[in-house]
């Protein structure tokens, strides 16, 4: 077992790392987008994407599978104004109208908050989904059980819990 010091110590090596990556990613897609004149977009990428980014900064599980299903919701908010954006041409003007209006962050930072309450939401779902399917089995086999000790007789219920079962 890893004492606390040390999983401290990896999860900060696991946040640095991540906070590079991060790092290396967004330098690069704003060198592309300020290479082809889309510093608008790169910045409503930015903006528009923190909660993905964060979810992935600070998801520390394997798989990142709670940071991928916030930026995920998070795309799927940002994509219609961005495509919205760049069919009217994608100049400055049209991102900026995009950065003007309130209604379009509530509603990009609405649906990646949704992707939270689906990332809370669903572990507890299945486990209830699980615990009320493994409660009607067990019912059907002791309804079976009775079945079978109603026609072959008290000779093949097994013996009671709690006693000796090697028998």
Not at 17 to 44: D, K, Q
Not at 70 to 95: C, E, I, K
Request: net charge positive; aromatic share 12%; hydrophobic share 50%.
């Amino acid at each position: 077992m890893a004492s606390k010091e040390q999983r401290n110590r990896a999860r900060s090596r696991r946040l640095t790392v991540n906070m590079i990556l991060v790092t290396v990613v967004l330098t690069t897609v704003a060198a592309a987008s300020i290479f082809f004149g889309m510093g608008y977009m790169f910045a409503l990428l930015c903006i528009g994407l923190l909660p993905g980014i964060v979810a992935y900064v600070i998801d520390n599980r394997r798989g990142h599978f709670a940071s991928k299903t916030v930026l995920a919701f998070n795309v799927a908010g940002l994509a219609p104004h961005l495509a919205a954006s760049l069919s009217r041409g994608g100049g400055g003007q049209g991102m900026a109208s995009l950065f003007q209006n309130p209604a379009i962050w509530g509603m990009i930072y609405g649906v990646a908050g949704f992707g939270w309450v689906v990332v809370w939401l669903m572990p507890r779902i299945v486990y209830r989904y699980l615990e009320i399917r493994a409660e009607f089995i067990s019912r059907k086999m002791e309804f079976f059980q009775g079945q079978l000790v109603d026609e072959w007789g008290e000779a093949v219920k097994p013996p009671a819990r709690g006693k000796d079962m090697r028998r």
